[in-house]
């Protein structure tokens, strides 16, 4: 095995062996417990260790396992032989404490009234800084720093001025809320990324080595490729089916991006633009049904949906921001004078060649519509794609590739189920202090009531925390934080999650720190600034469109029937053309300052809600659009 397997560091080959079967037996342990409960109970040999685990011991187990593998793949320093002993050492506190946790006695009140045991208690206080240091390590140090920071507001808020006080806990009763309640570290966060997450990182992981996921790349580029700016737009849509699957904007961005990015420069696109059209795409997957990245599944525990609503309900708003982001493309195609890349294989050749593996990504589609449990559905799409891959000679594949899915499913879980670990930490503290109370009173106290601008400061709040949190965990914060206050504005509760979940995604693309599009332009060798700015122009969506669903019948719902879903999208489409119109200064033909103010003006008056001023709008947009087409003539 390669040395250079696992990421950021040179990894000895003993340290890969050990650390590929802990992986490879943490993937088959996650596949397991979704289909024991098939089994009868007592039908098991070694019930205890084979049956099916309730939370209580589940979690533990799963962050445990998690974190052993994290500090073998994830080393304190570069082959530094002092610094193993000490991840050595890492690994034997987290299995002591992740065992005195298993063993603890949550039926007893003796915690409860004299509090934890000393062993007990430091048990707890290990698994924290372990987690922490683990998502300084594996996710980025701004994550452990939120995570610290909201247990020292814990321990010392009662020193803040009183707008932010709150009483002070000891540490004992920080440690034995966040440990042993189920409410801080082993809450509803690593539930969702210990279950449903997890075997949907596992399918997308089989999809990459049975060659599924290159299969979907080559079909999006026979069908876009020949086109007016082809490979930009095959990018969209490669995006859409990938990044979704993938669980990561940065992650897409690079593996899409490492094929299209340089046919897009080839064509003619600049180096940031290409960037910012590969960055705008993949963050665009984490929105795009059936999967939606991790947040979804997240979405659902807190808003009490089903997953299959929330597919539906998504869909529209989905579709409409690949549909803007395709429209700046072409807009910018046609601009430059651009052509589709010639010699591309066709689309049905390609469809003909992978066509089985079509059949694993509609099972889970309809699985997930017909509101099958999420985790049965990973593994039912898991199997699928393995089986689909047996199908053809040439995409059969082997022990070797089995072992590498496992392996690679494992591998990718680690910096999600600690980030969302840690989003526990932080959700335990909001639950602990009240502080999610106070900060709603203050969400809606400097909004003065008024929707549009609480939206304003949700949006800054998740450019804030996007900046250093994972999409996900950033939406899980702001959830806890700011639904409740979008709620008392007057937002349902599936909209206001729906809002907050699009914002949380606006960190990859939004400048000061952009991680999709930095990402992009380390691949297209372009200025990271101009990549964001760029990005932020094609995926200026994820802004209106949440903002539009505050305003209009936009998600689909027993309220919102299709006919008024499918004008409120009407609406929002003729608002992203016009803001193509300003952003661009070109549509059919370049378009002059005057009929840029007026495009602002018609966007303006869609965005209002009121039908008289939504018709204005239309009307207004149409007639730019129709007099940019005739001077095109």
Known sequence: MSAQTFPGQDTPAYVSILATAVAVSLSLFQLWQPLVGFFPVGSLPFENLLGQQPATYFRPIHLAWILVLGYMVYPMAKDSSPARLFDLLAIVLVLWSSGRILRFDYQSIEHLLNGLQSADFVAGLVLIIATLEMARRSVGPVMMWVGLVFLLYGAF????????????????????????????????????????????????????????????????????????????????????????????AIAN????????????????????????????????????????????????????TSYGDIVWMALVPALLYFLSVLLYVHVLAVKNGFQGTQGQTGAWRVLVDGLHFLLPLALITALLLWNYSPVLVGVAGSAAVLLASLLRTHTRIGLSQLIEGLRQGAMLAVSISVACAVAGLVVGTIGQTGIGLQFTESVVALSGGQLWLALVLVAIAALVLGMGLPATAAYIVLAVMTGPALQELGLALITAHMIIFWLAQSSNVTPPIALAAFAGAGVAGAAPMQSAVEAVKLASGLFVIPLMMAFSPLLLSAENGWSGVLTSALVTGLLMLMLSMVLQKFLFAPVSFLHRAMALVAAGCLVYPSSASRLIGGLLAIALMFTNRQKAL
């Open 157 to 248: 808020g009662n020193l803040l001025p009183d707008v932010l006080a709150t009483k002070g806990f000891t540490f004992e009763r920080i440690v034995r809320f966040q440990v042993f309640t189920g409410s801080g570290l082993f809450g509803a966060p690593l539930g969702i990324a210990a279950g449903a997450v997890f075997s949907f990182v596992l399918f997308g992981a089989f999809l990459q080595v049975t060659g599924a996921g290159k299969f979907l790349i080559d079909l999006s580029f026979a069908a876009a490729g020949r086109y007016r700016g082809g490979p930009a737009k095959a990018s969209v849509i490669a995006s859409a089916a990938m990044g979704s699957i993938s669980g990561s």
């Open 253 to 304: 961005t690079v593996t899409t991006g490492s094929l299209t990015i340089p046919m897009m420069k080839k064509l003619g696109y600049k180096p940031e633009e290409a960037a910012g059209i590969e960055a705008a795409a993949s963050t665009g997957g984490q929105i795009m049904p059936p999967i939606m990245g991790a947040g979804a599944f997240v979405m659902a525990e807190f808003t009490k």
